[in-house]
């Protein structure tokens, strides 16, 4: 078959040609999604500042063409393999080392002229890369979350082994690292909003017959499909919470979720006198991304800015974790600790392709999430392998509970 000829990762990567000076080096992993598109115009707003390296995708290889030739990154990884011919094919004018697979995507990050990774890609797939990339000592803009929630202490360790910085992408995560800036004390709370999504308002009896269409329709942020399902059913923030846990050393009875439809104030923290500091803005991810970025600096942009006359009424309300029970199992599994927020992760991988297909229902996905974190065996202090092992044993469950009739 043509794609086993695919080369092996090289490096340093061929040069590109013109590239270098002052601007800084970025490999985006999941160059095609959500999160990957808007970077490229972060990069595009400041082409003196920032290139494109590295691009990489899984099955959209004609966007990444596309973009391959409009950015002129040095290597391109396509990491679905069976199309890699045609990505090879649609590039061969251009001085673009195309390579294949997952295992290239953790070669890749490695290249000497990288200076930062941009971990854009959805699911447990980007922790195998996010691991390569803290050990090849390159800076990690954090979009990822769920390397955080399956293996954040082991990340932690990594990252301190290394030397790395993490710079958060995820908006609530880049407001909490953007109060803290500057502060020598410690946090006393973090308040980490939640839209509440497309069903905030909706009775139990209304969640039962929610569809995937109505769920994908989310009033304030236009983000992948997986996210925009977690946002719906609020595992996402329970996963905001993990993360926010291993980023910022904050226990989860000091994270406090409080629902803010309007999503303006992107999250606060509260300090031991009381102050509370928290970031706003339109909502719009190209602001974490450009700041991860750029950080330490802050640079212009062309961005809406906030009309401060027009907001009549921001509102903030407690959480409802019985219509919304995937926010307490997500608490729940942080509090069991070990593999068990890989276990809810797995699962919810699973559930959440599955109501997307149509295949369970809304309020079945945290039933199987609980189901499967009963019978998933638990790992006190796990290592790398037992996360892998994890990851494919509680999707192998949690599979299994989905009624193969629907
Ligand atoms: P998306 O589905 O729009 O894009 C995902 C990208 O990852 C695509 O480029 C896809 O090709 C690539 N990809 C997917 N599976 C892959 C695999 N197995 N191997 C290699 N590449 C793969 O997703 P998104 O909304 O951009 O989200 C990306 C990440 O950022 C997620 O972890 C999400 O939680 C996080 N995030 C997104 C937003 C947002 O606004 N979209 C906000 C905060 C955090
Ligand atoms: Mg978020």
Not at 215 to 237: E, F, Q, R
Not at 292 to 298: D, G, K, L, W
Request: negative net charge; glycine residues 6%.
């Amino acid at each position: 078959m043509e794609y086993t000829q695919q080369p092996k990762v090289s490096t340093p990567l061929p040069n590109r040609g013109g590239a270098g000076g002052e601007a800084k080096q970025i490999a985006i992993l999941g160059s095609t999604g959500s999160i990957g598109t808007q970077a490229l115009q972060v990069i595009a707003e400041h082409p003196d500042r920032f290139e494109a390296r590295v691009l990489t995708a899984n099955n959209r290889w004609e966007l990444l063409v596309e973009q391959a030739r409009t950015f002129k990154p040095a290597a391109v990884v396509i990491a679905n393999d069976t199309y890699y011919p045609a990505v090879r094919d649609a590039l061969a004018d251009l001085p673009i080392a195309v390579y294949a697979g997952a295992e290239a995507l953790c070669q890749v990050v490695e290249g000497d002229e990288i200076d930062i990774v941009l971990t854009a890609m959805v699911g447990f797939a980007g922790l195998p890369p996010t691991i390569a990339a803290i050990r090849a000592g390159k800076p990690i803009a954090l979009a990822n979350k769920e390397t955080m929630v399956v293996a954040g202490e082991l990340i932690n360790g990594l990252c301190r082994q290394y030397q790395v910085p993490i710079l958060p992408v995820d908006s609530e995560h880049s407001a909490i690292f953007q109060s803290i800036m500057g502060e020598v004390s410690p946090i006393e709370k973090i308040i980490l909003t939640a839209s509440g999504g497309p069903f905030r308002t909706f009775t139990r009896e209304q969640l039962e017959t929610v569809t995937p269409a109505m769920a994908l329709k989310h009033p304030n942020w236009d983000m992948g499909a997986k996210i925009t399902i977690d946002s719906a059913s609020m595992m996402n923030k329970g996963f905001e919470v993990i993360e926010a846990k291993w980023l910022f050393g904050v226990e989860p009875d000091r994270i406090q979720v409080v629902v803010h439809p309007q999503s303006v104030v992107h999250s606060a923290v509260q300090f031991a006198d009381g102050a509370v500091k928290a970031q706003l803005g339109v909502p719009d991810m190209r602001v974490p991304i450009q700041l991860a970025f750029s950080f330490p600096e802050r640079l212009q942009s062309t961005f809406d800015r906030l009309d401060w006359y027009a907001m009549h009424d921001l509102t903030f309300e407690r959480p409802d974790t019985d219509r919304f029970r995937c926010l307490a199992l997500a608490y729940e599994s942080l509090r069991q600790g070990g593999n068990m927020p890989c276990i809810v992760n797995a699962a919810n991988e699973i559930v959440n392709r599955a109501f997307l297909d149509g295949r369970c229902r809304f309020l079945e996905m945290p039933d199987i999430i609980e189901q499967t974190m009963q019978r998933t065996p638990f790992i006190k202090t796990p290592s790398y392998e037992d996360y892998l092992a994890t990851d494919a044993e509680a999707r192998r469950i949690a599979a299994g509970l989905i009624l193969p009739s629907k």
